[in-house]
């Protein structure tokens, strides 16, 4: 897209990029508005993890997604969802994984699978990219799920436990495996980098990196690798679309950042993530930093098992949720008495083992098509004030999805949450963000600030 000319003339009655008043479609239904404002709910709770820790028993989550779906269906929600090129992914890879349930090891428990795991994901697919009718209502879905997850850090903080294993988890819930909450406050991280470009200079921005300081710390505290494999790559993204004066800041400040968290880090959790370089490290004992080869041992076997699954079942594989099962028949049948029964370690080898090479490919298309959505808004939006916040959520959904898509190269959650809603979202953004960008720019634009350098006037000369 060319640069906006450089007018002098200001538009009337100006207002600043991220200003509150954004037009609000009049085409929403009543059952719509009650759904959009049912989802906000839901997607906090479900990334802030409250009722994991507190008052279980009313069980508001499950009500709220029953409410959800009910709007789904009387809205026709699920119409607008799928017509993007996203929701026709999301529904190739749902229709292929009813069709491999068939061929399954155990039909049964892939039917289970299907209907009690993935089915409830693909529903709130429909409701994030179907009941958001207008940005406004986009901007605050993307708020709710930043300060869910900003939640989730501080109860990871004040009830998490490292007793067991070293490792930062919660004891009940979601996120007991501390992987899996590794990841969730990295995208978190994501969307507070949003936050903070979205913050007005002082109070505001200084909160905003507080937010994503502590959020990295904790994160530290999992003893996740694949989670900093996944950061790493998240810088990388970030420092090729930085000038060579915000590339030298964004360096020092990782430095320092770096040698902050490792100056703090114990010794266990530290040998712990050593091991993605080194071959070996001194140990002591059998705890952490024994088991993280193990762990690495047995993840490379289950990987190499989880690609010939693969080529021995292309079409459909061995059943959606059954990697396990023919794992355990593979280790039976080899002399031992069972098998592991560990899921594959990695989402995408999960989808090709279990469901088949053309899940794969819907899967693949679904982060894919995601990601090129995001990143044409922002290429369509930048370096024009009157849109910065616009190209602003369009660059931070941009990079939440590189996170995803690194993250899941080391655990199995292929059949969650996380990418229904970010691809949603992704998909609401592009249905809903033509109308807020004519609305917009139908007046002339202002004259262009200074060019500063640094970390954000450099992503609005690049991307």
């Given at each position: 897209?060319?640069?906006?000319?450089?007018?002098?003339?200001a538009?009337?009655n100006?207002a600043?990029?991220?200003q509150?008043?954004?037009?609000?479609?009049?085409?929403?239904?009543?059952?719509?508005?009650?759904?959009?404002?049912i989802l906000v709910l839901?997607?906090?709770?479900i990334?802030?993890r409250i009722?994991?820790?507190?008052l279980?028993f009313?069980h508001?989550?499950?009500?709220?997604?029953r409410?959800?779906?009910?709007?789904?269906i009387l809205s026709?929600?699920?119409?607008?969802?799928?017509?993007?090129?996203?929701?026709?992914?999301?529904?190739?890879?749902?229709?292929?994984?009813?069709?491999a349930i068939?061929?399954?090891?155990?039909?049964?428990?892939?039917?289970?699978?299907v209907?009690?795991?993935?089915?409830?994901?693909?529903?709130?697919?429909?409701?994030t990219a179907?009941?958001?009718?207008?940005?406004?209502q986009?901007?605050k879905?993307?708020n709710?799920?930043?300060?869910?997850?900003?939640?989730?850090?501080?109860?990871?903080i004040l009830?998490?436990?490292t007793e067991?294993?070293g490792r930062?988890y919660?004891?009940?819930?979601?996120?007991?495996n501390?992987n899996?909450m590794?990841?969730?406050?990295l995208?978190?991280?994501?969307?507070?980098?949003l936050?903070?470009?979205n913050?007005?200079?002082?109070?505001g921005k200084?909160?905003?990196?507080?937010?994503?300081l502590?959020m990295?710390?904790?994160?530290?505290?999992t003893g996740?690798?694949?989670?900093?494999?996944?950061?790493?790559?998240?810088?990388?993204?970030?420092?090729?679309?930085?000038?060579p004066?915000?590339?030298?800041?964004?360096l020092i400040?990782t430095?320092?950042?770096?040698a902050?968290?490792?100056?703090t880090?114990p010794k266990?959790?530290?040998?712990?993530?050593r091991?993605?370089?080194?071959?070996?490290?001194?140990?002591?004992?059998d705890?952490?930093?024994?088991?993280?080869y193990?762990?690495?041992?047995?993840?490379k076997?289950l990987?190499?098992?989880s690609?010939?699954?693969?080529?021995?079942?292309?079409?459909f594989?061995?059943?959606p949720?059954?990697f396990?099962v023919?794992?355990?028949?593979?280790?039976?049948?080899?002399g031992?008495r069972?098998?592991?029964?560990?899921?594959?370690?990695?989402?995408?080898t999960?989808?090709?083992?279990e469901?088949?090479?053309?899940a794969?490919?819907?899967?693949?298309?679904?982060?894919?098509?995601?990601?090129?959505?995001?990143?044409?808004?922002?290429?369509?939006?930048?370096?024009?004030?009157?849109?910065?916040?616009?190209?602003?959520?369009?660059?931070?959904?941009?990079y939440?999805?590189?996170?995803?898509?690194?993250?899941?190269?080391?655990?199995?959650i292929a059949?969650?949450s996380?990418?229904s809603?970010?691809?949603?979202?992704?998909?609401?953004?592009?249905?809903?963000?033509?109308a807020?960008?004519?609305r917009?720019t139908?007046?002339?634009?202002p004259?262009?600030?200074?060019?500063?350098?640094?970390f954000?006037?450099?992503?609005?000369?690049?991307?």
């Amino acid at each position: 897209m060319a640069a906006v000319p450089p007018i002098v003339q200001a538009f009337p009655n100006p207002a600043p990029a991220d200003q509150g008043a954004v037009y609000n479609s009049d085409g929403a239904s009543a059952f719509q508005r009650l759904g959009f404002a049912i989802l906000v709910l839901y997607l906090f709770l479900i990334y802030s993890r409250i009722f994991d820790v507190k008052l279980s028993f009313l069980h508001i989550p499950g009500i709220s997604y029953r409410v959800i779906f009910a709007m789904v269906i009387l809205s026709q929600a699920f119409v607008r969802a799928l017509k993007s090129d996203i929701g026709k992914a999301m529904l190739g890879f749902t229709v292929w994984l009813v069709l491999a349930i068939p061929g399954s090891m155990w039909k049964g428990g892939s039917t289970a699978l299907v209907l009690d795991a993935w089915l409830p994901c693909f529903i709130i697919f429909l409701a994030t990219a179907g009941l958001i009718v207008n940005y406004d209502q986009c901007r605050k879905a993307v708020n709710a799920v930043a300060y869910g997850l900003l939640v989730l850090t501080a109860i990871a903080i004040l009830w998490g436990s490292t007793e067991e294993t070293g490792r930062l988890y919660l004891p009940h819930g979601k996120f007991s495996n501390p992987n899996e909450m590794a990841q969730a406050l990295l995208l978190g991280l994501s969307l507070w980098w949003l936050m903070w470009l979205n913050a007005k200079p002082g109070v505001g921005k200084a909160i905003a990196g507080i937010v994503m300081l502590v959020m990295l710390f904790t994160v530290s505290k999992t003893g996740s690798r694949g989670a900093m494999v996944s950061f790493g790559i998240l810088l990388l993204a970030i420092f090729l679309r930085c000038a060579p004066a915000g590339k030298m800041k964004m360096l020092i400040v990782t430095v320092v950042l770096v040698a902050f968290i490792v100056g703090t880090m114990p010794k266990r959790l530290l040998n712990r993530y050593r091991t993605l370089t080194e071959d070996r490290v001194e140990i002591s004992g059998d705890d952490i930093e024994s088991s993280a080869y193990s762990s690495s041992a047995a993840r490379k076997d289950l990987l190499r098992k989880s690609i010939k699954y693969t080529f021995q079942h292309p079409l459909f594989g061995v059943g959606p949720g059954m990697f396990v099962v023919a794992e355990d028949k593979d280790a039976i049948a080899a002399g031992r008495r069972h098998g592991s029964w560990q899921g594959t370690h990695n989402s995408y080898t999960q989808v090709s083992s279990e469901c088949g090479i053309p899940a794969l490919i819907f899967y693949v298309l679904v982060i894919l098509f995601a990601l090129k959505k995001t990143s044409r808004i922002y290429r369509k939006t930048r370096g024009d004030p009157r849109l910065a916040d616009i190209a602003n959520i369009a660059v931070g959904l941009n990079y939440v999805l590189i996170v995803f898509a690194a993250s899941i190269m080391f655990d199995y959650i292929a059949y969650s949450s996380m990418l229904s809603v970010f691809a949603g979202l992704s998909a609401a953004l592009g249905a809903t963000v033509e109308a807020e960008i004519e609305r917009r720019t139908a007046a002339p634009a202002p004259a262009p600030a200074p060019v500063r350098t640094g970390f954000r006037p450099a992503m609005a000369r690049q991307f």
